[in-house]
């Protein structure tokens, strides 16, 4: 536990003007990031008697090891800057909003010559326009259905689509009047586009204009004895305007808004909102955090306006925010909100009316998910808490493991011998800290001196960054993509914190040659254990006999999941590197030879085997192969040695050549696959 005098800055350092700030940890990790309208008031309050201060920020300057700050001209640009560094150092002790969901989107891709519309979760795609979101996937197809009667636009994959363009035959819908049929020619990219912008304008709220324009369609065919079409026309609108009744009218102006409602304890809090377009409640969501920080409610407002609006832009922005509590001060939240949108942004608490009724429905929301929060995380923290705490017991550690590194090593047979490094902090996955490497210090199957490798490299950049010895990344030792630390600016960081305790995917040789490692680097505050598979035992290095875990214990549930997560991870990177590795060709080796040209001498002569056997000149034949690089193609071509033919070990069978196209073998039955990687 640090002490906030050992780095408090000298009076007068600190400049009087807005700006944001960061709290760092020892191991100059950022903890914690602010915004000040006057960074010399704001960081004062920080470094007055500990007893004064709340419980959470007593914690926060307690674990800091230093303070520093950023200048700005503004508060708008202070604002910015704070979500910025928020979003790219994810600081444990700031309020971080999480979605207890991915929340689905009605998605039009407006950016493909069909738009296609479907159900998105996950980042926004530039080109894409978004309804929603939507509490559930069921909801956006219900509506999808009955509107695609009356806007019949392409709801199908890439792959179907290319599949009824080839075969020139449409899907079900395309045969039942739901779909356009694009793909085989029935609508031009043009019409279709303009059902395409049809459909979003009725999402987005352009309802009244549509259906008038149909009523005054149905009454003309029927007027013209055209009852076949005045019939179609009749149901058309029977259907969207039971795709309207899903959403209700909530305020009767048409109002464009978004409403925002807190509901909070001491220690979290939950965040609702509703989205209204049209004066209909097109899509709604909720956040749940916890308050590690004595935050008010215009606080916490001011934090979910940064994460709901921070990616947004144009009429993603509503023209009107109604939220319980105004942020303070208020003036650059609104003028931030207004640049976003382009124009004018209403942020206020609604007084009376509507409005204010719609509030209180958003408020019992947000109620009802914090207390459905509180009755799923209380079972989920008891039990990773007795997870750890029997971890602990069991392995004789002074406290629970908070933060727990598991490695594995794979291979095919001795060949692409690769391994994982996992993370799991407070029993939860952390998967940016997630780590691969390549083996290179020795060549085929040895999982024993794997290890040793691997836990050698990895605790080797933990010293050098803890030694503070500048440019820390042994450049010998360092798998390809591992660039280690750049500059000492506290973002997440490859190998940066240390574990309390490592787990191997292993039995005693992997945990011994772990321990070895570790000893060789000084290193001896941390504990090691391996997770044997065949009888999931727990061994410790230097014992003879394994601790053995009752079946039914939480923690040795937990160890089980870090395993299976670190082999699922070494896998996963062992498998990629195998495909890459069959789908090399020698033409890899020839110096400004790029894609392009490679495949121009594949499709002109067949394969690689029948390349071999060309002449220069045949080479020179091929469009942008002059006779220099045809000579380097083939010295390439002599110099790589022809790769034996494949062999069907069922059958005894010898495959065709995979020069020739030969399939993958990787493929084949699981029987023929089994047992093939370790």
Same mark, same amino acid.
């Given at each position: 536990m640090a002490d906030p005098s050992s780095y408090r800055p000298r009076p007068g350092q600190i400049p009087d003007s807005p700006g944001v700030y960061r709290f760092r940890d020892e191991h100059r990790r950022v903890i914690y990031v602010g915004k000040a309208k006057s960074l010399r008031q704001r960081l004062a309050n920080y470094f007055q008697d500990l007893a004064g201060l709340h419980p959470r920020t007593r914690s926060m300057v307690t674990t800091a090891a230093s303070v520093e700050w950023t200048v700005v001209s503004t508060e708008v640009e202070a604002l910015q800057l704070e979500y910025s560094w928020i979003k790219e150092y994810d600081p444990r002790f700031n309020? %971080?909003?999480?979605?207890?969901? =991915? @929340?689905p989107y009605l998605a039009v891709t407006m950016n493909e010559e069909f738009p296609r519309v479907q159900v998105m979760r996950g980042h926004k795609k530039k080109g894409v326009r978004y309804f929603g979101p939507y509490a559930h996937a069921w909801a956006i197809r219900d509506t999808v259905?009955?509107?695609l009667r009356v806007f019949p636009v392409r709801t199908c994959s890439a792959g179907v689509f290319k599949n009824a363009a080839r075969t020139d035959r449409p899907c079900l819908l395309g045969y039942i009047g739901k779909c356009s049929a694009p793909c085989v020619g029935r609508v031009s990219p043009e019409e279709h586009r303009e059902l395409a912008d049809e459909f979003c304008d009725f999402m987005a709220g352009r309802t009244g204009t549509y259906l008038r324009r149909l009523e005054k369609q149905m009454m003309r065919a029927a007027d013209e004895m055209e009852y076949e079409r005045a019939a179609r026309l009749r149901d058309d609108i029977e259907a969207l305007k039971k795709a309207m009744e899903k959403n209700a009218v909530v305020l009767a102006d048409a109002t464009d808004a978004d409403l925002i409602a807190v509901a909070e304890d001491e220690l979290e809090a939950a965040v609702q909102i509703f989205h209204v377009r049209g004066g209909r409640v097109r899509g709604q969501r909720g956040w749940v955090t916890d308050k590690v920080e004595e935050i008010t409610t215009g606080a916490l407002v001011e934090h979910a306006l940064q994460q709901l609006y921070g990616e947004e832009s144009g009429d993603a922005v509503p023209k009107e925010v109604l939220v319980p509590a105004l942020p303070d001060p208020v003036e650059p939240v609104q003028q931030w909100l207004t640049e976003r949108r382009g124009s004018n942004v209403s942020l206020r608490i609604p007084q009376r009316g509507d409005k204010k009724a719609l509030m209180e429905t958003v408020a019992r929301n947000a109620l009802q998910a914090l207390a459905l929060h509180k009755t799923k995380? +209380?079972?989920?923290? !008891? !039990?990773r808490s007795r997870a750890l705490e029997e971890i602990a017991d069991a392995l004789g550690l002074d406290s629970a493991p908070l933060r727990i590194e598991c490695y594995d090593i794979s291979h095919l047979q001795g060949d692409d011998v690769v391994a994982s490094m996992v993370v799991f902090e407070d029993g939860? #996955?952390?998967? =940016? &800290? @997630?780590r691969r490497f390549q083996i290179r210090g020795f060549a085929g199957q040895d999982?024993?001196? =794997?290890?040793? &490798?691997?836990? =050698?490299?990895?605790?080797?950049r933990y010293i050098a960054e803890k030694e503070k010895t500048g440019e820390w990344v042994d450049e010998e030792s360092a798998a390809p993509g591992e660039n280690g630390l750049k500059d000492d600016d506290g973002r997440p960081k490859k190998f940066a914190y240390p574990p309390q305790l490592v787990v191997v995917d292993g039995g005693q040789p992997q945990v011994a040659a772990a321990k070895r490692a570790l000893d060789e680097l000084g290193i001896d505050d941390i504990a090691v254990c391996g997770l +044997?598979?065949?009888?999931? &035992?727990?061994?410790? *290095?230097?014992?003879?006999? *394994?601790?053995?875990? *009752?079946? !039914?214990?939480?923690?040795?549930?937990?160890?089980?999941?870090?395993r299976d997560e670190a082999h699922r991870f070494a896998i996963t990177y062992q498998r990629a590197k195998r495909a890459k590795r069959f789908r090399s060709s020698p033409l890899d080796d020839v110096p400004g030879l790029g894609e392009t040209r %490679? #495949? +121009?001498l594949i499709k002109h002569f067949g394969s690689v085997k029948k390349l071999r056997s060309a002449t220069i000149d045949q080479i020179c034949e091929v469009p942008g192969i002059g006779r220099k690089t045809a000579e380097s193609i083939a010295a390439a071509l002599a110099r790589a040695v022809p790769p034996a033919p494949a062999?069907? !070990? +069922?059958?005894?069978?010898?495959?065709?050549?995979? &020069?020739?196209?030969a399939p993958d073998p990787t493929e084949g039955t699981p029987d023929e696959r089994r047992g093939q990687e370790t």
């Open positions: 309020v %971080k909003y999480r979605d207890d969901k =991915s @929340y259905d009955l509107l995380r +209380a079972s989920d923290l !008891t !039990t939860l #996955q952390r998967k =940016s &800290e @997630y999982d024993v001196r =794997s290890m040793h &490798e691997v836990i =050698s490299r990895r605790f080797k +044997a598979k065949r009888l999931e &035992e727990v061994w410790l *290095p230097g014992e003879d006999d *394994p601790v053995v875990l *009752p079946r !039914t214990s939480e923690g040795l549930y937990l160890l089980q999941r870090v %490679k #495949q +121009a062999v069907n !070990t +069922a059958t005894g069978e010898i495959m065709k050549d995979m &020069e020739d196209g």
